[in-house]
């Protein structure tokens, strides 16, 4: 591939080997800044990843952790209830026995009383009364005043007997509901350790996020003066190239005139525009020297204005990228290219097929083109220019 060193070697050999050595430095130091900033990229991308999983992990958490105290809320009210129904019962309890006791006790005295009536003379109940007829109702209620005791007595022990098993059930079901109380206040207290953990573990990585972002914005900083040095050393190059040949000889095309008509090298949206441009992420501030164009991978990309192939090359950040000088001192630069159909030296027309759209150079692989527009070597806002 011809690259700068095509054009190196149209100056002065003692000139372009000093010029060779000092570009080859700076393109060797930014290359060593790219792999740095790719790699604390890479870092950071992780660390977000993993602040992203943690985040996602403590809002289950703490969703978790505010369902556990709901449930503890209706245990508590249902604990309560519980207790409540307990006493009740043994309140209910209480009152049965009480009442049976008593009546047991009547209904005994009653029994014994006709017992012992009836065993000292048989006959004397029936003629107590003064009257067979009285006698006989008598002995006739008696006998149902018994029957009818006995049947109370034996309801009333069925009705006891009923409260204490019901109060044997109570009390067994408060104990499972205490057990099931003390199971959900343990997992409360293992989701909020949990909590306390991934919290710790939130802080730390945001404190990393902060260290890299750091190291990356210093990482941007050199780039763009090494971006800078390269800049001024292609001015010199350029300098010496004018002063050592001549110019081969381009289309009559008026490129100032042309301001605001030129067609676009691509159809698509804008996604960075010109000037300086903070990521959302980092927060970092770079200067964007041109605009980025998104278009489909394999799209062609075409020649603004008639113009000579000076540069090609792959650079760390541009990816495959062509340079065309065009009349009256102006370039355009074409970056992330996935093909090109030309080559150094050769003189194009407007509109002519320079490669394809793709997404070398990039590390998040969005098939784009950069476009830059300049004059000598200062970069121009590629929206003035083009055509809207």
């Given at each position: 591939m011809?690259?700068?060193a095509?054009?190196?070697?149209?100056?002065?050999?003692a000139?372009?080997?000093?010029?060779?050595?000092?570009?080859?430095?700076?393109?060797?130091?930014?290359?060593?800044?790219?792999?740095?900033?790719?790699?604390?990229?890479?870092?950071?991308?992780q660390?977000?990843?993993?602040?992203?999983?943690?985040?996602?992990?403590?809002?289950?958490?703490?969703?978790?952790?505010a369902q556990?105290?709901?449930?503890?809320?209706?245990?508590?009210?249902?604990?309560?209830?519980?207790e409540?129904?307990?006493?009740?019962?043994?309140?209910?309890?209480?009152?049965?026995?009480?009442?049976?006791k008593?009546?047991?006790?009547?209904?005994?005295?009653?029994?014994?009383?006709?017992?012992k009536?009836?065993?000292?003379?048989?006959?004397?109940?029936?003629?107590?009364?003064?009257?067979?007829s009285?006698?006989v109702?008598?002995?006739?209620?008696?006998?149902?005043?018994?029957?009818?005791?006995?049947v109370?007595?034996?309801t009333l022990?069925?009705?006891?007997?009923?409260?204490?098993?019901?109060?044997?059930i109570?009390?067994?079901?408060?104990a499972?509901?205490?057990?099931?109380?003390?199971?959900m206040?343990?997992?409360?207290?293992?989701l909020?350790?949990?909590?306390?953990?991934?919290?710790?573990?939130?802080?730390?990585?945001?404190?990393?996020?902060?260290?890299?972002?750091?190291?990356?914005?210093?990482?941007?900083?050199?780039?763009e003066?090494?971006?800078?040095?390269?800049?001024?050393?292609i001015?010199?190059?350029?300098r010496?190239?004018?002063?050592?040949?001549?110019?081969?000889?381009?289309?009559?095309?008026?490129?100032?005139?042309?301001?605001?008509?030129l067609?676009?090298?691509?159809?698509?949206?804008?996604?960075?525009?010109?000037?300086?441009?903070?990521?959302?992420?980092?927060?970092?501030?770079?200067?964007?020297?041109?605009?980025?164009?998104?278009?489909?991978?394999?799209?062609?990309?075409?020649?603004?204005?008639?113009?000579?192939v000076?540069?090609?090359?792959?650079?760390?950040?541009?990816?495959?990228?062509?340079?065309?000088?065009?009349?009256?001192?102006?370039?355009?630069?074409?970056?992330?290219?996935?093909?090109?159909s030309?080559?150094?030296?050769?003189i194009?027309?407007?509109?002519?097929?320079?490669?394809t759209?793709?997404?070398?150079?990039?590390?998040?692989?969005?098939?784009?083109?950069?476009f830059?527009?300049?004059?000598?070597?200062?970069?121009?806002?590629?929206?003035?220019?083009?055509?809207?």
């Open positions: 011809i690259g700068l095509t054009i190196l070697l149209m100056l002065g050999a000139s372009a080997e000093t010029l060779q050595e000092k570009l080859d430095r700076e393109k060797a130091a930014m290359d060593s800044l790219n792999a740095t900033l790719e790699r604390n990229q890479a870092v950071l991308s660390t977000e990843l993993k602040k992203l999983s943690t985040g996602s992990q403590l809002d289950r958490l703490q969703q978790q952790g556990t105290k709901r449930e503890l809320r209706g245990l508590a009210a249902m604990e309560r209830s519980l409540s129904r307990v006493s009740q019962t043994r309140k209910a309890l209480t009152t049965a026995e009480r009442y049976l008593s009546h047991q006790s009547g209904i005994a005295d009653r029994l014994r009383t006709s017992y009536l009836a065993r000292q003379n048989p006959l004397a109940l029936l003629f107590s009364g003064g009257s067979l009285e006698g109702r008598r002995l006739t209620y008696l006998s149902k005043a018994q029957q009818q005791d006995r109370d007595m034996a022990a069925t009705a006891r007997e009923r409260v204490r098993k019901n109060l044997r109570g009390q067994v079901q408060h499972h509901h205490q057990t099931l109380v003390r199971v206040q343990k997992k409360e207290q293992d909020q350790s949990s909590v306390s953990e991934y919290n710790t573990r939130l802080r730390r990585l945001r404190r990393e996020e902060t260290l890299l972002k750091s190291a990356i914005q210093e990482n941007f900083e050199e780039l003066e090494s971006q800078n040095r390269i800049a001024e050393i001015k010199e190059i350029e010496q190239r004018l002063a050592g040949r001549r110019l081969a000889e381009l289309p009559d095309f008026d490129f100032t005139g042309k301001k605001g008509t067609p676009w090298p691509v159809r698509g949206t804008i996604l960075t525009a010109f000037g300086r441009v903070r990521d959302p992420d980092l927060g970092t501030w770079t200067m964007n020297r041109g605009v980025t164009i998104s278009a489909e991978t394999g799209t062609d990309v075409q020649a603004i204005a008639p113009g000579e000076m540069l090609i090359d792959w650079w760390r950040g541009y990816g495959q990228l062509v340079l065309l000088r065009h009349p009256q001192g102006y370039y355009t630069l074409y970056a992330h290219l996935e093909s090109r030309v080559e150094v030296g050769e194009l027309a407007e509109g002519a097929l320079i490669g759209v793709g997404s070398t150079g990039r590390l998040d692989d969005v098939s784009q083109l950069h830059e527009v300049m004059k000598e070597e200062q970069a121009l806002d590629p929206n003035a220019w083009l055509n809207p």
